[in-house]
């Protein structure tokens, strides 16, 4: 860090130490204090950078300009620093060629590819707010998300899967088949006005990505040196969205020194180096892709390697292979599919030796698997939520492999950890309560929704996570269940209240309930229970057939079951836990024992 900070001008704070890799619990008056992660063996202090490219650009281009910064696979991309830094100087001065200023909208809709990469570290540099739209998003939830923010331009792919994404913004904004690129006057997108898409064909109304670069002259790069004395490590630098629970999407608004500090920290928990060489098949629009995975290399000097635009095994596995992978990411889905893959034994996989795994529960048979089968012998399970950057807890190479596939191992450097009852009070080692965090990595709030945001982190500080976990004697934290009914699906946070929003558009639907059952490819499926209105027929297939191309393909119900009423409390709540289990019974489904 010292050579850095000489090399880059990166000011380091000095916080507090402790000795241990991650502060055992400690009893006071038979209760456990919050636990600390600062300590003296895994840091200085946090980085309080002036972006993401400050560091990862030009430290990583001074000191690594000839290694290999990004590879991607399917578009015979190979970058080295000095490369990729100058790609991201280029696009950046030609945001500011589009009138853009700092603190303004950008967001991104686009699967895996090396132009979301320079868009990251291009949109941070010009003290933009990169907002990542989900690549699964449909009609609705893109108005929804592009209005949320009052985003001013728009980075679109030309589509992904069964997804045409220029189709989809014509349809919103008709208005732009009929304008000049950058003038878009649009009712249903009113902040709207520059469309930039990706490839080489041209779209009426959009600019294309290629000619970003080429636009800018003296004037934006002089602008772009005033902004290295004008941001701030602490100024908003991106947006993602989460499923909210009053129905709608929240935008959790996240800074520099948020996602610099939790990539720093994860890769000092995997023990990366220039080195080493990620495989990184997890979508960039989460933050297990571009804050773990880009941001993480970024700060290392280690090279970033995409597989695919979208998941794939094979071509995961094939990349590990080619490009000598040393760590690899996934959900458990993921590595359930590269590990089941009828080709699996055929490629060599000895260059790996640690990655993470993380985005929802990890069976600890398939933790086994990873650590033997794939010579991840040093694989880490990362616990978090986008709203903490996201990473909280991590597991070590120097943990007992009992303690990996039992735990989501001990809090990260400078995160503060509680658990606490009902009454908010800090509970004993053991005991299971609402994991509570405070520290570096908590989101500024809910990009417009103060109250939400009110709601989520209160005045001290403290993040409600809405997970009931254990912490044991030794700071070993065992996320044992959900006090939200939020849904995990193979790695992708559901609210069902979302879901059940929608629902209610439906014609012949009175009322509905939507809850997560076990699965054992997903981890968890949706089951939505409904009453239809008096005299109304339906079925499973008409319903699926109503939400299929409005909300996401991972949001729609794979059950569905068809009720006169829900079973409820005396006060008329709607208890859901007797639904799950009436559902578990009913499909004879099982749950898994996870971490």
Same mark, same amino acid.
């Given at each position: 860090l010292d050579a850095q900070a000489d090399a880059g001008g990166v000011n380091l704070f000095i916080g507090g130490s402790r000795t241990e890799l991650a502060t055992a619990a400690h009893k006071a008056g038979g209760r &456990?204090? /919050?636990?600390? $992660? %600062?300590? @003296? #063996?895994a840091v200085v202090g946090l980085i309080l950078s002036l972006g993401p490219v400050e560091l990862g650009g030009q430290i990583s281009a001074e000191r690594y300009g000839d290694r290999d910064a990004l590879i991607v696979c399917h578009q015979n991309v190979r970058w080295s620093y000095g490369e990729m830094k100058r790609q991201v100087d280029s696009l950046a001065a030609g945001l500011l060629t589009l009138g853009l200023e700092p603190g303004d909208c950008i967001s991104i809709w686009s699967p895996n590819n090396s132009e979301w990469a320079l868009c990251q570290f291009a949109s941070a540099k010009a003290g933009l707010i990169l907002v990542n739209i989900n690549p699964a998003y449909r009609l609705s939830e893109l108005e929804y998300a592009l209005n949320k923010v009052e985003c001013t331009a728009l980075i679109s792919a030309e589509s992904f899967k069964s997804s045409h994404y220029l189709d989809m913004i014509s349809e919103l904004a008709p208005e732009i088949r009929q304008c000049a690129p950058g003038t878009l006057k649009s009712e249903k997108l009113p902040h709207l006005k520059t469309v930039i898409r990706l490839g080489e064909e041209k779209s009426t109304g959009m600019l294309n990505f290629s000619e970003l670069a080429v636009r800018a002259g003296v004037k934006e790069r002089q602008r772009l040196e005033e902004l290295k004395n004008e941001l701030q490590f602490d100024d908003a630098v991106n947006i993602q969205f989460t499923s909210g629970t009053t129905g709608f999407p929240k935008g959790a608004t996240l800074t520099h020194h948020n996602i610099l500090n939790n990539g720093f920290f994860n890769g000092r928990a995997l023990g990366l180096t220039e080195n080493d060489r990620v495989c990184i098949p997890v979508p960039l629009y989460h933050c297990f892709g571009m804050v773990m995975g880009n941001m993480m290399c970024a700060a290392y000097g280690a090279a970033m390697i995409y597989p695919s635009e979208g998941f794939d095994p094979l071509e995961v596995l094939r990349a590990v292979e080619t490009e000598r992978c040393t760590a690899l990411y996934g959900v458990p889905t993921m590595f359930i599919a590269e590990l089941d893959h009828p080709e699996f034994s055929n490629f060599d996989l000895s260059s790996l030796r640690t990655g993470t795994m993380a985005g929802s529960p990890c069976p600890t048979e398939v933790m086994k698997r990873v650590i033997g089968d794939m010579n991840m012998k040093e694989v880490t399970i990362a616990y978090g939520m986008t709203e903490t950057s996201p990473v909280s807890f991590q597991s070590s190479a120097a943990d007992s492999i009992e303690r990996r596939v039992s735990t989501v191992g001990r809090v990260h450097p400078h995160i503060e950890v509680k658990i606490i009852d009902e009454g908010g009070h800090i509970v004993a080692p053991g005991i299971p309560g609402e994991l509570m965090t405070r520290g570096y990595s908590v989101m500024l709030g809910y990009w417009n929704d103060p109250e939400i945001t009110t709601e /989520? =982190? %209160?005045? /001290? $500080?403290?993040?409600? &996570?809405g *997970? +009931? /976990? &254990? =912490? *044991?004697e030794e700071g070993f934290c065992k996320i044992v269940g959900r006090i939200k009914d939020m849904v995990i699906r193979g790695g992708e946070n559901v609210y069902p209240r979302e879901i059940e929003e929608f629902l209610h558009r439906h014609p012949k639907v009175? *009322? !509905? +309930?939507? =809850? $997560? !059952?076990? *699965? #054992?490819?997903?981890? #968890? @499926?949706?089951c939505a229970w409904i009453c239809l209105k008096e005299g109304e027929h339906s079925n499973t297939e008409e319903i699926r057939a109503f939400c299929k191309g409005q909300i996401a393909h991972y949001k729609i119900p794979l059950y569905v079951r068809f009720v006169d009423e829900f079973p409820m409390t005396i006060t008329g709540k709607v208890q859901k836990f007797k639904m799950r289990e009436a559902m578990i019974s009913e499909l004879s489904l099982g749950e898994r024992e996870t971490a």
């Open positions: &456990t204090r /919050a636990l600390s $992660g %600062d300590h @003296e #063996e /989520a =982190i %209160d005045a /001290a $500080g403290w993040m409600h &996570t *997970d +009931q /976990a &254990t =912490i *044991d009175q *009322d !509905v +309930q939507v =809850i $997560g !059952v076990p *699965d #054992e490819k997903y981890g #968890e @499926e949706l």
